[in-house]
């Protein structure tokens, strides 16, 4: 299993950004896909996931209404657009998939300026 994140960088408050991650080493259609963040001092929290075929989604409170998780089945790809970005809203974006065991990617900094 490889999880593949891509996407992050610097932006002003209030801007947007949008996430990928590339999947490879299972059958992605089959997995349920979520995106969780670490920002520093605080423990990883589960931002928004995605059922395997797209049909459903849930987002954590903090999100809710300002980022979008989406899937490509056929690209082996999520993805989390993330708008109105707030300073808050820094911290490593990883990718994961449980899969009998967590899998993570190596993560992708996202920083939002005041």
């Known amino acids: 299993v490889q999880l593949v994140e891509s996407g992050g960088g610097l932006v002003q408050s209030g801007g947007s950004l949008r996430l990928s991650c590339a999947a490879s080493?299972?059958?992605?259609?089959?997995?349920?896909m979520n995106w969780y963040r670490q920002a520093p001092g605080k423990e990883r929290e589960l931002v928004a996931g995605?059922?395997?075929?797209?049909?459903?989604?849930n987002y954590a409170d903090s999100v809710q209404g300002r980022f979008t998780i989406s899937r490509d089945n056929a690209k082996n790809t999520v993805y989390l657009r993330m708008n109105s970005l707030k300073p808050k809203d820094t911290a490593v974006y990883y990718c994961?998939?449980?899969?009998?065991?967590?899998?993570w990617g190596q993560g992708t900094q996202v920083t939002v300026s005041s």
């Open positions: 994961h998939v449980l899969i009998g065991r967590h899998y």
């Open positions: 080493g299972f059958t992605f259609i089959r997995y349920t």
């Open positions: 995605i059922s395997s075929t797209g049909g459903s989604t």
